[in-house]
């Protein structure tokens, strides 16, 4: 059986603002209960968490990783996750795997922008959440300020568990707020928040109130666990002050975490079984396996590695599990316990466990190993494109291959090739983490990419209707070629139902058959009477009108929305040919488009845009100014943040992240999902077909 018991594992991630300190403070976590002997420091590039090239070269954390130690009896795994909102995925899959989530905030610098997203996704992701003041040696502290900024951003509940004594240079201790003594230089007297503290924790707890007013309080077990209590319902957020670069305060923070962070068997887990109804998963040893994969990583040296979660049952090395969504299920070569990038095998994992797993291809983040099935996390949807091409002619295989690896690692990293403009678009949270994932690239997979705006995917469609006819003769020795066809080319909106609109008699009073094309919303009538074009001509002429609804007429767009009626034509009894009858279709096809009123169509997305309240005006004379935007709205986001809805053309929002974040300094956040398309105004178009035209022979 394993050493941990499901309420002796403390899972815990660290997240805040980048710069606050979270990964100084897991290596101080190390070094200080003896797992790691080594010195450690974020600066020097000797960090124990920060090992990638990349992490070392900026100084700063890009994805999560995962230590785990041991501390007064409680076994730790402790995920220090990015700070910087460009690589929120990270923070966000390490919450899926943890029940404590750490806000670290600078005491320097306050409650920054990504300290308010993290403590919104712990609350989203029903983690029981505490506040640590770092970096307390840190210069211009003013700590009365901060703490008010802590309660008007996090609530009243958050309550100070201990009083740094002095701070800066000054910085030499912290007192316990439950257990006061005397202490000169205490920025506050602990004696004055001691009753309230107290107060704040027996009120989780109708019996413990109750008792407490008679006199009675709770001896140091009973207050450990009305803490978690406290901390599982909400109720209460406790605040602790540290410096892990001088260490102060380092050792009450970890018993403080080892006492009050909640244990992993109290959070309820819920999964979909079989039937699609929900289930209560227990955090039983003896029970059936169920475990979800948090984070994939591709190693050049073992490949990939799933790190994961049990949640309940005994996943054991050498054992074939089944995976939700596969048939075969998936076998265990090898389990390990992870420290960092340090892998150390074990034989089994018990609920509440993380471990990490290789050569299981099957496994990708999110993923299930057992007979139910797990929430996904929450992801936000990533918002910066850019078109990418291999810098070197030749790496289009070794590319495609290293992007899907990137994809696979980081779940706000999309790519996907464009078919209507040909270009492969890579798309991530914001350009540093497209750079980030560049240098990634080049330095592992030694492949480098060039990247440029991407083109926007507009479309081609028609206003009115119109007919014409071409012939296509041509004769050069031998058999000529021959074929001439007459259409009627009819707008035809998206939600027009095909047959409703082909069988009306009035309009195709000679309708022999027609056919619709859902991909492009295209509906091809057939009423050609007399045979004047043989029917065998007919599958010809189909494959010219799609080479030009794919390709274009006014810019080399897709063209959709309309209907096509071929209802006369001549053939030749021996020059005529499918050939000759695609060409005729193509140049009818284009000599009636430019009669009927052709238009580019544009993609609309709907936006919706989270910033400060003093910011919303700024953001609705953007939209409407400087975007062609409409606003549709604004709705209450909590914490002093509102959030814009508008309607906007993806074209005037590629770049958007650069101007939000000028406008807000940094402090918004947008989402973008795909509503329509619709005309594009007049001097819009000129200048798109002009561009087109002057960049023809560039491969679209």
Same mark, same amino acid.
């Given at each position: 059986?394993?050493k941990?018991?499901?309420?002796?594992?403390r899972?815990?991630?660290?997240?805040?603002?980048?710069?606050? /300190?979270?990964?100084?403070?897991?290596?101080?976590?190390?070094?200080?209960?003896?797992?790691?002997?080594?010195?450690?420091?974020?600066?020097?590039?000797?960090?124990?968490?920060d090992?990638?090239?990349?992490?070392?070269?900026?100084?700063?954390?890009?994805?999560?990783?995962?230590?785990?130690?041991?501390?007064?009896?409680?076994?730790?795994?402790?995920?220090?996750?990015?700070?910087?909102?460009?690589?929120?995925?990270?923070?966000i899959?390490?919450?899926?795997?943890?029940?404590?989530?750490?806000?670290?905030?600078?005491?320097?610098?306050?409650?920054?922008?990504?300290?308010?997203?993290?403590?919104?996704?712990?609350?989203?992701?029903?983690?029981?959440?505490?506040?640590?003041?770092?970096?307390?040696?840190?210069?211009?502290?003013?700590?009365?300020?901060?703490?008010?900024?802590?309660h008007?951003?996090?609530?009243?509940?958050?309550?100070?568990?201990?009083?740094?004594?002095?701070?800066?240079?000054?910085?030499?201790?912290?007192?316990?707020?439950?257990?006061?003594?005397?202490?000169?230089?205490?920025?506050?007297?602990?004696?004055?928040?001691?009753?309230?503290?107290?107060?704040?924790?027996?009120?989780?707890?109708?019996?413990?109130?109750?008792?407490?007013?008679?006199?009675?309080?709770?001896?140091?077990?009973?207050?450990?666990?009305?803490?978690?209590?406290?901390?599982?319902?909400?109720?209460?957020?406790?605040?602790?002050?540290?410096?892990?670069?001088?260490?102060?305060?380092?050792?009450?923070?970890?018993?403080?975490?080892?006492?009050?962070?909640?244990?992993?068997?109290?959070?309820?887990?819920?999964?979909?079984?079989?039937? /699609?109804?929900?289930?209560?998963?227990?955090?039983?040893?003896?029970?059936?396996?169920?475990?979800?994969?948090?984070?994939?990583?591709?190693?050049?040296?073992?490949?990939?590695?799933?790190?994961?979660?049990?949640?309940? /049952?005994?996943?054991?090395?050498?054992?074939?599990?089944?995976?939700?969504?596969?048939?075969?299920?998936?076998?265990?070569?090898q389990?390990?316990?992870?420290?960092?990038?340090?892998?150390?095998?074990?034989?089994?994992?018990?609920?509440?466990?993380?471990?990490?797993?290789?050569?299981?291809?099957?496994?990708?983040?999110?993923?299930?190993?057992g007979?139910?099935?797990?929430?996904?996390?929450?992801f936000?949807?990533?918002?910066?494109?850019?078109?990418?091409?291999?810098?070197?002619?030749?790496d289009?295989?070794?590319?495609?291959?290293?992007?899907?690896?990137?994809?696979?690692?980081?779940?706000?990293?999309?790519?996907?090739?464009?078919?209507?403009?040909?270009?492969?678009?890579?798309?991530?949270?914001?350009?540093?983490?497209?750079?980030?994932?560049?240098?990634?690239?080049?330095?592992?997979?030694?492949?480098?990419?060039?990247?440029?705006?991407?083109?926007?995917?507009?479309?081609?469609?028609?206003?009115?209707?119109?007919?014409?006819?071409?012939?296509?003769?041509?004769?050069?020795?031998?058999?000529?070629?021959?074929?001439?066809?007459?259409?009627?080319?009819?707008?035809?909106?998206?939600?027009?139902?095909?047959e409703?609109?082909?069988?009306d008699?009035?309009?195709?009073?000679?309708?022999?058959?027609?056919?619709?094309?859902?991909?492009?919303n295209?509906?091809?009538?057939?009423?050609?009477?007399?045979?004047?074009?043989?029917?065998?001509?007919?599958?010809?002429?189909?494959?010219?009108?799609?080479?030009?609804?794919?390709?274009?007429?006014?810019?080399?767009?897709?063209?959709?929305?309309?209907?096509?009626?071929?209802?006369?034509?001549?053939?030749?009894?021996?020059?005529?040919?499918?050939?000759?009858?695609?060409?005729?279709?193509?140049?009818?096809?284009?000599?009636?488009?430019?009669?009927a009123?052709?238009?580019?169509?544009?993609?609309?997305?709907?936006?919706?845009?989270?910033v400060?309240?003093?910011?919303?005006?700024?953001?609705?004379?953007?939209?409407?100014?400087?975007?062609?935007?409409?606003?549709?709205?604004?709705?209450?986001?909590?914490?002093?943040?509102?959030t814009?809805?508008?309607?906007?053309?993806?074209?005037?929002?590629?770049?958007?992240?650069?101007?939000?974040?000028?406008?807000?300094?940094?402090?918004?956040?947008?989402?973008?999902?795909?509503?329509?398309?619709?005309?594009?105004?007049?001097?819009?178009?000129?200048?798109?077909?002009?561009?087109?035209?002057?960049?023809?022979?560039?491969?679209?």
């Amino acid at each position: 059986m394993s050493k941990y018991t499901p309420e002796n594992i403390r899972n815990i991630v660290l997240c805040g603002h980048g710069g606050s /300190g979270k990964t100084t403070l897991a290596d101080a976590f190390l070094n200080v209960t003896g797992t790691v002997k080594r010195p450690a420091s974020v600066d020097d590039g000797t960090s124990i968490c920060d090992f990638d090239d990349e992490e070392k070269a900026h100084k700063y954390t890009i994805e999560t990783s995962c230590v785990n130690f041991n501390w007064e009896g409680k076994h730790f795994d402790l995920f220090d996750s990015p700070g910087y909102p460009d690589f929120i995925g990270g923070a966000i899959g390490a919450m899926g795997a943890s029940d404590t989530a750490a806000i670290v905030v600078n005491a320097s610098a306050g409650i920054e922008v990504n300290t308010r997203r993290v403590f919104a996704e712990a609350k989203k992701a029903g983690l029981g959440r505490m506040v640590i003041i770092s970096k307390m040696d840190g210069d211009n502290i003013e700590f009365d300020k901060l703490i008010d900024s802590i309660h008007s951003v996090f609530g009243q509940e958050a309550a100070l568990f201990n009083v740094p004594i002095g701070h800066g240079a000054d910085f030499s201790g912290v007192v316990d707020v439950l257990n006061p003594t005397e202490a000169a230089g205490a920025l506050i007297d602990p004696n004055d928040l001691h009753e309230s503290l107290i107060e704040s924790i027996v009120s989780v707890d109708d019996a413990a109130m109750e008792r407490y007013f008679e006199g009675e309080l709770p001896n140091a077990e009973e207050m450990a666990k009305l803490i978690a209590k406290g901390v599982k319902d909400e109720v209460l957020i406790p605040v602790f002050c540290v410096s892990a670069k001088t260490g102060v305060g380092v050792k009450e923070l970890l018993s403080a975490l080892a006492a009050f962070a909640l244990p992993s068997n109290v959070i309820e887990r819920t999964a979909k079984n079989a039937e /699609g109804e929900d289930v209560v998963v227990e955090p039983n040893p003896e029970g059936a396996v169920v475990a979800q994969v948090f984070k994939t990583r591709i190693d050049p040296f073992v490949q990939k590695i799933n790190y994961m979660r049990v949640y309940s /049952g005994t996943l054991k090395t050498g054992s074939n599990v089944p995976l939700v969504g596969s048939r075969k299920g998936v076998k265990i070569a090898q389990l390990y316990e992870v420290q960092a990038n340090e892998l150390t095998p074990v034989d089994e994992a018990t609920p509440g466990m993380i471990v990490a797993v290789t050569k299981t291809e099957e496994l990708k983040t999110c993923g299930t190993l057992g007979e139910v099935e797990m929430p996904t996390f929450a992801f936000p949807t990533p918002m910066v494109g850019l078109a990418a091409f291999p810098k070197s002619r030749g790496d289009e295989a070794k590319v495609s291959i290293a992007l899907g690896k990137l994809a696979e690692e980081d779940s706000t990293f999309k790519v996907e090739r464009n078919d209507q403009t040909k270009q492969l678009v890579i798309t991530g949270m914001s350009e540093l983490h497209l750079q980030i994932l560049q240098e990634r690239l080049k330095r592992r997979d030694k492949v480098e990419l060039d990247t440029k705006e991407q083109k926007i995917p507009y479309r081609e469609t028609i206003q009115q209707k119109a007919e014409d006819s071409y012939r296509h003769k041509k004769q050069s020795g031998g058999a000529g070629q021959f074929g001439e066809v007459h259409i009627r080319m009819y707008p035809f909106p998206g939600g027009t139902d095909p047959e409703e609109f082909a069988t009306d008699k009035s309009r195709f009073p000679s309708l022999k058959e027609w056919k619709y094309f859902p991909e492009n919303n295209f509906l091809w009538v057939d009423s050609v009477v007399g045979g004047s074009i043989p029917a065998n001509f007919m599958p010809a002429i189909e494959k010219g009108f799609k080479d030009c609804m794919e390709n274009g007429v006014l810019a080399g767009y897709q063209v959709q929305d309309l209907c096509i009626e071929v209802h006369f034509g001549k053939y030749h009894p021996v020059d005529s040919n499918e050939q000759a009858f695609r060409t005729a279709a193509k140049g009818a096809f284009k000599a009636t488009f430019a009669k009927a009123r052709p238009s580019l169509l544009e993609p609309i997305v709907n936006l919706d845009v989270t910033v400060p309240v003093d910011k919303v005006g700024d953001v609705n004379s953007d939209i409407v100014a400087a975007r062609r935007g409409r606003p549709l709205g604004v709705e209450d986001a909590g914490g002093g943040f509102q959030t814009v809805k508008a309607e906007v053309p993806f074209a005037e929002i590629t770049t958007y992240s650069r101007t939000l974040a000028s406008m807000t300094g940094g402090q918004g956040s947008y989402t973008i999902e795909f509503n329509r398309y619709d005309v594009v105004p007049g001097n819009i178009q000129n200048e798109v077909v002009a561009k087109a035209e002057k960049h023809e022979d560039e491969d679209l």
